[in-house]
């Protein structure tokens, strides 16, 4: 049903500092955390913002050009009493009243953390459901009609799929990993758990719930997504250069990402294979200190480098013999490699670490839990100041180092036990700022005094992937279940939470410093867009 516009009022040119504003009204009376979107007819770019305590947004000027737009919201519980588009003038300010009413059907506006917080049984129970959200949201649990027999196979066939697969057009392993590895030791006990979740035969009946909205600081936000041009396509490392070009890995395909967000000019530049019989795509996105940019060069074995004035990739594979059917780089260490010609890199199948001679071509491997009890492996590798090699521990709880000069390996375990730390980024003082991904914690160690801190998050089933601390020294973070955003100012210990317009499987997060306040970048891995995030203050 399309309705036409609702309410506006034109007001006079250059008076308004907003250019769009207006008010939600809704069942409830006002409504805090409504995310606004508006977008223009055609047009890839999607312009959000957030509604206050009074259930007043606005677009700040200047943020939206004049055309025919529509708008959407998002607020679990509510949606839109109709469509609603309306033209914005040249030089013109609108005012558009937005009529919410109660949603029809809650559980297709569940954000993962909402379906763990409806879903019966403690989080210590239903935390081995974070390994089910790489591909596809738990809706699709939610709405199976499995039984334990069927979850189990179902399990199975999941564990075939390699990490970098998009729902609709999955990868498979050339061998299967074992299911336990990502979804437990107790795959049978899983299974039986979840058939009590769907709509199958042991299904037990629960409500589902929305997790209460963004408020204050949160609120004071614009969010721009800007849809890549075809799909699927999975964005996921998006890191922006000191002139503003956005570039980013892709999840499933072999191409380095080029997008200019001012032009919108779009550009793929190809990556050779290496393996052709095995999965695509890359994965880890880095700079060094030469401006080149790096691949983790996954299933394909070892990395790439982009040289941006040329325009060519140079291919670093592993050597034959440190190849095997698991081999998997997920991550490059190249942040420091200049100190001492020697370039680190991990790898998920071993799991260790190679370091590569660029000189001599002479690789050295380290595997840090040969024969220790697991589940442990090595994830997010970041080089210090020296280049010794600290790496992240995502199958236990361990921030691991690796001497650059004498090789000696150390292991530190995180306060948190079981924390699975994932991705960071190591500061200019040598402290990593790391992610504990089922801790919900923001970890940091101080690499020199050898010592950890931890700060909680404030908002359940987060699932933290990755942390960065930009230059007014706020730390950043963001979730691969609740489609937000967090800000974590040190000094207060007060966490700002922006709320994303869009169902948003967030991975790598990055801080654009040449702004103030920094923006906040990240790609959404399984709805192919970019999205920016600009505090207002
Ligand atoms: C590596 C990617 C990946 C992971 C991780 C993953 N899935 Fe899937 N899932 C898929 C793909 C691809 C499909 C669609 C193709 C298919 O059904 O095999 C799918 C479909 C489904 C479906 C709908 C189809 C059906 O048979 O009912 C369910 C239910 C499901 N997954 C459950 C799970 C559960 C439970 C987990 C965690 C234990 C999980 N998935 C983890 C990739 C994944």
């Given at each position: 049903?399309?309705?036409?516009?609702?309410?506006?009022?034109?007001?006079?040119?250059?008076?308004?500092?907003?250019?769009?504003?207006?008010r939600i009204v809704s069942p409830d009376g006002a409504l805090e955390g409504v995310v606004v979107s508006?977008?223009?007819?055609?047009?890839?770019?999607?312009?959000s913002v957030v509604s206050n305590a009074a259930g007043e947004y606005?677009?700040?000027?200047?943020?939206?050009?004049?055309?025919?737009?529509?708008m959407r919201i998002r607020a679990t519980g509510y949606e839109l009493d109709g469509?609603?588009?309306?033209?914005?003038?040249?030089?013109?300010?609108?005012?558009?009243?937005l009529k919410l009413r109660k949603a029809a059907d809650l559980s297709v506006q569940l954000t993962n953390a909402e379906w763990l917080a409806s879903f019966p049984g403690s989080s210590?129970q239903k935390k081995?459901l974070y390994?089910c959200v790489?591909?596809h949201t738990l809706e699709r649990v939610a709405k199976?009609?499995?039984?334990?027999?069927?979850?189990?196979?179902?399990?199975?066939?999941?564990?075939?799929?390699?990490?970098?697969?998009?729902?609709?057009?999955?990868?498979?392993?050339?061998?299967?990993?074992?299911?336990?590895?990502?979804?437990?030791?107790?795959?049978?006990?899983?299974?039986?758990?979840?058939?009590t979740l769907n709509r199958?035969?042991?299904a037990k009946p629960y409500t589902v719930q929305a997790l209460p909205r963004v408020q204050g600081a949160g609120t004071?936000v614009?969010i721009?997504e800007?849809?890549?041009?075809?799909?699927?396509?999975?964005?996921?490392?998006?890191?922006?250069?000191?002139?503003?070009?956005?570039?980013?890995?892709?999840?499933?395909?072999?191409?380095?990402?080029?997008?200019?967000?001012?032009?919108?000019?779009?550009?793929?530049?190809?990556?050779?294979?290496?393996?052709?019989?095995?999965?695509?795509?890359?994965?880890?996105?880095?700079?060094?200190?030469?401006?080149?940019?790096?691949?983790?060069?996954?299933?394909?074995?070892?990395?790439?480098?982009?040289?941006?004035?040329?325009?060519?990739?140079?291919?670093?594979?592993?050597?034959?013999?440190?190849?095997?059917?698991?081999?998997?780089?997920?991550?490059?260490?190249?942040?420091?490699?200049?100190?001492?010609?020697?370039?680190?890199?991990?790898?998920?199948?071993?799991?260790?670490?190679?370091?590569?001679?660029?000189?001599?071509?002479?690789?050295?491997?380290?595997?840090?839990?040969?024969?220790?009890?697991?589940?442990?492996?090595?994830?997010?590798?970041?080089?210090?100041?020296?280049?010794?090699?600290?790496?992240?521990?995502?199958?236990?709880?361990?921030?691991?180092?690796?001497?650059?000069?004498?090789?000696?390996?150390?292991?530190?375990?995180?306060?948190?036990?079981?924390?699975?730390?994932?991705?960071?980024?190591?500061?200019?003082?040598?402290?990593?700022?790391?992610?504990?991904?089922?801790?919900e914690?923001?970890?940091?160690?101080?690499?020199?005094?050898?010592?950890?801190?931890?700060?909680?998050l404030p908002v359940q089933y987060f699932a933290p992937?990755?942390?960065?601390?930009?230059?007014?020294?706020?730390?950043?973070?963001a979730g691969m279940n609740s489609d937000r955003v967090l800000?974590?100012?040190?000094?207060?210990?007060?966490y700002a939470e922006y709320p994303l317009p869009s169902p948003t499987n967030v991975?790598?997060?990055?801080?654009?410093?040449?702004?103030?306040?920094?923006?906040?970048?990240?790609?959404n891995?399984h709805h192919?867009?970019?999205v920016?995030v600009?505090?207002?203050?």
């Amino acid at each position: 049903m399309l309705r036409p516009v609702l309410a506006i009022v034109l007001l006079n040119a250059g008076c308004a500092l907003a250019q769009l504003n207006g008010r939600i009204v809704s069942p409830d009376g006002a409504l805090e955390g409504v995310v606004v979107s508006a977008r223009k007819e055609g047009s890839p770019v999607s312009v959000s913002v957030v509604s206050n305590a009074a259930g007043e947004y606005a677009f700040p000027a200047g943020r939206l050009e004049p055309g025919r737009y529509g708008m959407r919201i998002r607020a679990t519980g509510y949606e839109l009493d109709g469509l609603v588009s309306m033209e914005l003038a040249d030089a013109g300010a609108a005012e558009v009243e937005l009529k919410l009413r109660k949603a029809a059907d809650l559980s297709v506006q569940l954000t993962n953390a909402e379906w763990l917080a409806s879903f019966p049984g403690s989080s210590e129970q239903k935390k081995f459901l974070y390994g089910c959200v790489g591909c596809h949201t738990l809706e699709r649990v939610a709405k199976s009609t499995h039984d334990t027999a069927g979850f189990v196979a179902v399990m199975k066939r999941m564990a075939g799929y390699t990490n970098n697969s998009h729902a609709e057009r999955p990868q498979v392993r050339l061998i299967a990993r074992d299911p336990m590895r990502d979804f437990g030791p107790d795959a049978d006990k899983q299974a039986a758990f979840l058939a009590t979740l769907n709509r199958g035969p042991e299904a037990k009946p629960y409500t589902v719930q929305a997790l209460p909205r963004v408020q204050g600081a949160g609120t004071r936000v614009v969010i721009t997504e800007y849809e890549l041009p075809r799909k699927p396509l999975m964005p996921h490392d998006v890191i922006v250069d000191e002139q503003g070009i956005v570039w980013f890995s892709q999840f499933d395909e072999q191409f380095l990402g080029r997008f200019d967000p001012r032009t919108l000019a779009y550009q793929e530049f190809p990556i050779p294979l290496q393996r052709p019989d095995y999965p695509k795509g890359t994965l880890d996105l880095e700079v060094d200190p030469q401006g080149n940019l790096w691949l983790s060069h996954m299933f394909q074995s070892g990395a790439v480098k982009f040289d941006k004035r040329t325009q060519k990739f140079q291919a670093y594979p592993l050597p034959k013999q440190l190849q095997n059917e698991h081999t998997q780089q997920s991550m490059v260490g190249p942040q420091r490699w200049t100190l001492d010609g020697k370039l680190w890199i991990n790898d998920a199948g071993i799991p260790g670490l190679h370091r590569l001679d660029m000189k001599s071509g002479k690789w050295q491997t380290w595997k840090p839990y040969e024969g220790m009890k697991g589940p442990h492996s090595v994830y997010g590798i970041y080089a210090d100041s020296k280049n010794n090699i600290f790496f992240m521990d995502f199958g236990g709880e361990n921030v691991g180092r690796i001497d650059a000069k004498s090789g000696k390996l150390a292991l530190y375990a995180t306060p948190t036990p079981r924390s699975r730390p994932r991705r960071g980024r190591m500061d200019e003082e040598d402290r990593l700022w790391f992610a504990e991904w089922r801790a919900e914690r923001i970890g940091m160690f101080d690499t020199r005094a050898e010592k950890f801190s931890e700060w909680p998050l404030p908002v359940q089933y987060f699932a933290p992937y990755d942390v960065v601390r930009d230059k007014t020294g706020k730390v950043w973070t963001a979730g691969m279940n609740s489609d937000r955003v967090l800000r974590l100012d040190l000094e207060t210990g007060e966490y700002a939470e922006y709320p994303l317009p869009s169902p948003t499987n967030v991975r790598r997060v990055f801080v654009d410093n040449r702004t103030t306040p920094p923006t906040f970048w990240v790609g959404n891995n399984h709805h192919a867009t970019l999205v920016k995030v600009e505090p207002l203050e």
